[in-house]
């Protein structure tokens, strides 16, 4: 190898090499993942929604149930079971509804599942009279239903004398002349 070739490959390893300008390359535009509605998954539709948290120790599911399908005319219901007992009810206006609505929408739901709680309470508590009265009903249709009013004065007769609320008992003889309950 010659002595020129010899320097001018010195010169090349001795040089600072010079860094290549990096390729600009185009940027890939990112597309926004899309926005997730509020409201109830799987409602695409329903923009907004109140949720109820309910205990089912406090309120028997038929309880909520009822509830639920007193505002079936004006709102859609979702029922999601938790933990713990709790069901979490959704609900949605079916006509668009502001935040005031929502809140008035979830009140009314909760005063509803009160409503309902006494409904079960007093199905509960008449269903043996009711049961009661049935089967004095059948007994007397093989008379040819004649005596009805002789069934109605026995139920009723029978009926106050088991009274566990002291409803047939006078007001007088309950509060005395002070208004305030006897010991």
């Known amino acids: 190898m010659s002595k020129l070739k010899k320097k001018a490959k010195a010169k090349k390893k001795a040089a600072p090499k010079k860094k290549a300008a990096p390729k600009k390359k185009a940027k890939a535009k990112k597309k926004a993942a899309p926005k997730k509605k509020a409201g109830i998954p799987g409602w695409p539709d329903m923009i907004q929604a109140v949720s109820v948290p309910v205990d089912t120790r406090a309120y028997p599911i038929e309880v ?5 399908y ?14 713990g007992g709790i069901v979490d009810v959704r609900l949605a206006g079916k006509q668009p509804l502001d935040g ?7 009140g009314e739901f909760a005063n509803e599942l009160v409503n309902q709680a006494l409904r ?16 004095k009903a059948h007994f007397f249709q093989e008379d040819g239903g004649r005596d009805v009013q002789k069934l109605l004065d026995t139920t009723m007769q029978e009926a106050f004398d088991e009274d566990p609320l002291d409803i047939a008992v006078p007001w007088e003889e309950k509060y005395g002349s002070g208004g305030t309950e006897k010991p």
């Open 64 to 68: 909520i149930y009822g509830a639920a």
């Open 70 to 83: 007193v505002l079936m005319d004006r709102a859609y219901v979702h029922l999601v079971p938790g933990r």
């Open 100 to 106: 005031a609505g929502l809140r008035a929408l979830g």
């Open 120 to 135: 079960v309470t007093l199905d509960e508590s008449g269903r043996k009279l009711r049961e009661y009265i049935v089967a």
